[in-house]
Every structure is written in structure tokens, then in C-alpha cells.
């Protein structure tokens, strides 16, 4: 009888610690996002060197933004960040070579960028259809998602435009408009509460961040 009491009395115990104590979920703290840097409808620098003055930098928080996927599904900054820091690099287009160089480089380290818990997520502000043959001629292991319209790009306050860009019949269509609206290269290291942990901001688009630079960054985070 008194072991009976006792398993029973166990057994309650067991089910009231379950009852407090939080799962794993109920730890995570959703992350927090500033104000985009530019509203989705204005009007954005005529210069790389404004946009890079005027973008989100390191130890801000990230905006709230959605992507578009190869499918034209909607991609949220904020379900990415629920598996880890996102590894944010913005790309001109696939027509840019510099741009392919780059991401090449980092699908080449895109296991030790994982091993130091990053997630790479490489966006364009061409359409979705071009994202893909971007992500499928270079045979790359990560995401890449498009940004039409450039509303990413204006939240991080990371866009230009160009009136030759948008003269040039492949980029015109490749972005599915004629504003020359691009991004500057840039990448961002973004922690899981929304804060921007590291950036490379830079006008001049021969210049990029490196997987070397991203993987110290991400092993900083602590």
C-alpha cells in the first residue's frame, strides 16, 4: 500500500515538473526588427556611395522583411532566423560577375559557415525565375531569394538606382522593370534576436565580404 502511495505520489510529481517546467520552444525569444531604412514606395539614392552612408549597419537592429522564393513563395526574415544567424549577402544579379564570384566562394565554405552555426541566404532584386537560374548554373547549396520591387533592399536602405542599368535590356528584364533599382554587394551577419551582429558595407561593387571575415564574425556571436 505505501509503495502504491509512493509511486503514485512520484507519478504526480513527474507531471507537475512537466506542467512547469518550459519546453525548448518556450525559451526562444522572438527577434526584435527596427524600422525599414526606406518605405517600400520611396524614392531610393541615385548613388552607390548615399545608399552605403545611409544603410543598416553592425549592432542595429535588422527590419522586418519578406523574401520570394523560386516558387514565389513568401520567405520571412523571421522564420530563417529561427534556425540560427543568417548570413544576409545582397547580390546585384547573376549577370554581375563579381557578384557570381562571390557566391561561388561562399558555396565552396558553406560547411564550415554552417559549423560556426550560420545560415546563408544570398537575395537579388531580380525576379524569381532569374534567382533560380542564378542559384542553378552555379550549382549553389544555400538560398537564394528575390527581392522584386527592391522592398528589401529599400528596408535595409541597402539600394540605388541607375538610369544605365536600366537601360540595359538584360538587367531591365532580369529585375522586371526599367528603374535600374540594384543592391550594393554587401553581407550581414544576423543574430537570432534581429540584431545585426556584423556588416560589410561598401559602394564599390569589386569589393565583398569574404566566407574567411563571415566565419569569425559568426564565431564571435556569443
Known amino acids: 500500500m505505501h509503495r502504491r502511495r509512493a509511486a503514485f505520489a512520484l507519478t504526480l510529481a513527474a507531471g507537475l515538473f512537466a506542467t512547469l517546467t518550459p519546453t525548448a520552444s518556450a525559451w526562444s525569444i522572438a527577434p526584435e526588427f527596427a524600422e525599414p531604412v526606406l518605405a517600400a514606395n520611396e524614392a531610393v539614392p541615385k548613388d552607390a556611395e548615399s545608399a552605403a552612408a545611409n544603410a543598416v549597419r553592425a549592432d ?33 544579379g547573376g549577370w554581375c560577375p563579381y557578384c557570381v564570384e562571390q557566391l561561388k566562394a561562399f558555396n565552396k565554405q558553406h560547411d564550415a559557415i554552417e559549423a560556426a552555426g550560420g545560415r546563408v541566404v544570398a537575395v537579388s532584386t531580380e525576379l524569381p525565375e532569374f534567382v533560380a ?17 527592391a522592398e528589401v533592399s529599400r528596408a535595409f536602405g541597402v539600394v540605388w538606382a541607375n538610369e544605365r542599368y536600366g537601360r540595359v535590356s538584360k538587367i531591365a528584364e532580369a529585375n522586371g522593370n526599367e528603374r535600374g533599382e540594384i543592391p550594393l554587394g554587401v553581407t550581414y551577419v544576423i543574430d537570432t534576436d534581429g540584431t545585426v551582429r556584423w556588416a560589410f558595407l561598401e559602394h564599390d561593387y569589386k569589393k565583398r565580404a569574404t566566407p574567411e571575415q563571415v566565419v569569425e564574425a559568426l564565431n564571435a556571436i556569443e
Not at 60 to 83: C, H, I, N, W, Y
Not at 133 to 149: A, I, M
Open 60 to 92: 542595429r537592429k535588422a527590419p522586418a522583411t519578406t523574401f520570394t522564393d523560386a516558387d514565389g513563395q513568401s520567405v520571412e526574415l523571421a522564420k530563417l532566423l529561427e534556425d540560427g544567424p543568417v548570413v544576409l549577402i545582397f547580390y546585384r
Open 133 to 149: 537560374k542564378t542559384k542553378e548554373k552555379s550549382k549553389l547549396g544555400f538560398d537564394v531569394l528575390s527581392d522584386p520591387g
